[in-house]
């Protein structure tokens, strides 16, 4: 089966820099993706990694590991409203092609 | 104007009646997908369609059912609602052939079953 783990929540400051930890198992993977939420809002992509290593897209990063099952979400130069949850996600091609949703972590970013 | 929207955006119902939450995009995307989501829970997957033909289980299709009525809809229905189907409901779509398969998600339905 499949089985993705991220914390549940976590807390920085304005301009600090966080990074998320996402685990996974799975097979047939076919790619990792960050999705964020804001609270009662819909998730919006963010990013996806296929390959080892890391992919930078302005103040956010993903790194992949596929040997490891390991993805990190970075977030760089914080603002508040960057305070949303972040949904890591595993495209897998067992089964059927769909993708898995982790539970999330919700980041709070204070002042 | 929003590629993917969802109606209605907030209901209230009662144990027993029939419910239809409907979702229409204009991606022009062949994949559709209905999720609930609960709090702690994430999103978990009730069913998926790849084409119009085609209709998939999720992971937590029990009292649910849908219908592809064009490649543009999706729509989820509840034949007898329950208290433990409230949740908030997310369609989604995504594109296949763009090799990724990102989904877009339209703005979500509140439903609340008493």
């Known amino acids: 089966g499949q089985n993705i783990d991220q914390p549940t929540e976590m807390t920085a400051t304005e301009g600090a820099i966080v990074q998320i930890n996402c685990t996974y198992q799975?097979?047939?993977?076919?790619?990792l993706f960050w999705y964020q939420q804001h609270a009662g809002e819909a998730p919006t992509f963010l990013s996806y990694?296929?390959?080892?290593g890391l992919e930078e897209k302005g103040r956010f990063s993903s790194f992949l590991s596929r040997s490891k099952g390991y993805s990190y979400l970075l977030l760089k130069e914080l603002q508040m409203k960057d305070s949303a949850s972040y949904l890591c996600a595993v495209s897998a091609l067992t089964g059927g092609f769909k993708t898995i949703f982790g539970a999330g972590t919700r980041l709070f970013v204070k002042a | 104007d929003a590629d993917v929207t969802q109606t209605p955006r907030n209901r209230i119902t009662k144990t027993g009646k029939r419910i239809m939450l409907e979702c229409s995009q204009t991606?022009?995307?062949?994949?559709m997908y209905w999720y609930r989501q609960d709090p702690g829970l994430g999103l978990r997957l009730i069913y998926y369609?790849?084409?119009?033909?085609?209709?998939n289980k999720g992971e937590i299709s029990d009292g649910y059912s849908v219908s592809r009525q064009a490649q543009a809809k999706f729509s989820l229905s509840l034949e007898s609602a329950i208290p433990n189907q409230t949740a908030l409901y997310f369609c989604?779509?995504?594109?296949?052939?763009?090799?990724?398969?990102?989904?877009?998600f339209g703005p979500g339905t509140r439903l609340t079953v008493l």
């Open positions: 369609s790849f084409d119009v033909k085609d209709i």
């Open positions: 991606k022009g995307h062949d994949r």
């Open positions: 990694n296929v390959l080892d």
């Open positions: 799975t097979s047939g993977f076919n790619g």
């Open positions: 989604a779509t995504s594109d296949y052939d763009s090799g990724t398969d990102t989904q877009y």
